[in-house]
């Protein structure tokens, strides 16, 4: 079993968990936090055994009737690999602590390329990650872009892709943030950050990005539109969509047409926290004009997408499964992922 350590049990942190616990060649051996807090006693439900940073708060997790198993370097050097889930720009200050002590580690899309020197895509780069000691998994964006990208490149090679994100505001919980009642050109300069991050993935794609942000919690939308190098057809490129385990179609049938609809649909569903792990491409709004321009929505869930990857990219630097396609059916059936559609 591959020894894991959650660093942050947040957003992300707390559904990786789930994840690698449910996967049968792995097992959660501590997640960390700073503060109590009611993520805290989710991890006590869950039986995770909960470290943190400064000792010192101790009294404060156990009066809170939370049993503190050690400090974070502790769960660390009991660890195989570890998955930072810390906020952004905290990662960085981590690599060092992971280095001295010679583990593994995953960062997330917050941290810089440069922190890890390695960006990772279950379906995109997978034998690249093996043997390595540090890989980052890309935003929730990017994984969603790259998905998109990497399945019309194979299929029929992609000459440049232009992509507009729609950026939710927050996370559902996270009440400090903003806007309320506003559109905000984030960044106002184009192209944005995404474009350049999927390129630390797939570094010979022509692609530029635009983003903006919007006063909503539940998930990112993308207007994407790719110049494909063959000719083909709608059909062809839905078939394509439909093959890939992770992007899901959002029937015409079902009616749904928002982000709203799709997470009351995965909530329907039963998916646990009601997340949606595969991009959520429009099946209406897939469109080839004049031969070779793909056209689509997606919609992206942006506290789960990463989730998967950063299993498949735990399996990829352990090195314990060498084929792509095993470790992503084996993260599919442990989480119960099958693509919407
Ligand atoms: N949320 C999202 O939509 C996505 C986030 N990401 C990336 O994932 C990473 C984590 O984001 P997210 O889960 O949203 O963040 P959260 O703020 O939800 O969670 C961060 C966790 O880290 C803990 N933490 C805070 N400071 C430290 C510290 N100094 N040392 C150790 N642990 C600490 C927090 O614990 P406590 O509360 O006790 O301080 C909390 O459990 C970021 O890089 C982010 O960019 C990627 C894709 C999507
Ligand atoms: O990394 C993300 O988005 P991004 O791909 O737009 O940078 C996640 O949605 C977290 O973004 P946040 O920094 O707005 O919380």
Not at 2 to 8: D, F, L
Not at 11 to 24: L, M
Not at 46 to 72: S, T
Request: net charge neutral; hydrophobic share 40%; aromatic share 6%.
């Amino acid at each position: 079993m591959i020894k894991v350590a959650i660093n942050g049990y947040g957003t992300i942190g707390k559904r990786v968990a789930d994840a690698v616990a449910a996967q049968p060649d792995m097992e959660i051996i501590g997640v960390s936090k700073t503060s109590v807090s009611a993520e805290a006693y989710i991890a006590k439900e869950r039986g995770y055994p909960l470290y943190i940073a400064d000792l010192g708060r101790k009294p404060a997790f156990e009066k809170a009737g939370l049993e503190v198993a050690g400090d974070v370097e502790t769960m660390l050097k009991a660890a195989d690999i570890i998955v930072d889930a810390t906020p952004g720009g905290v990662g960085e200050k981590n690599r060092p602590v992971y280095e001295k002590l010679g583990k593994k580690a995953i960062f997330q899309g917050g941290e810089e390329h440069e922190v890890a020197g390695f960006s990772f895509n279950a379906h995109a780069n997978y034998k690249e990650a093996m043997g390595r000691q540090f890989a980052r998994v890309v935003s929730c964006n990017t994984t969603g872009l790259v998905r998109l990208i990497t399945a019309m490149d194979r299929a029929f090679g992609v000459e440049r892709v232009r992509a507009v994100m729609i950026r939710r505001a927050a996370d559902p919980d996270d009440i400090q943030r903003g806007p309320v009642d506003a559109i905000v050109l984030n960044p106002v300069t184009i192209p944005s950050h995404h474009g350049p991050d999927v390129q630390t993935i797939l570094p010979s794609v022509n692609i530029v990005t635009l983003a903006m942000i919007v006063p909503t919690t539940l998930m990112h939308m993308h207007s994407v539109q790719i110049d494909l190098k063959r000719e083909t057809t709608r059909e062809e490129a839905l078939k394509v969509l439909e093959n890939h385990s992770r992007i899901g179609i959002v029937r015409k049938a079902t009616g749904i047409k928002s982000n709203a609809q799709l997470r009351e649909y995965t909530q329907d569903l039963g998916r646990p926290r009601t997340d949606l792990w595969e991009n959520g491409v429009f099946e209406e709004s897939v469109a080839v004009l004049n031969g070779r321009e793909f056209y689509c929505f997606q919609a992206i869930h942006q506290e789960a997408d990463v989730v998967p990857e950063n299993v498949d990219c735990i399996r990829a630097m352990m090195g314990t499964v060498k084929d792509p396609e095993e470790s992503i059916r084996t993260t599919n059936k442990a989480l119960g992922l099958v693509a919407i559609g």
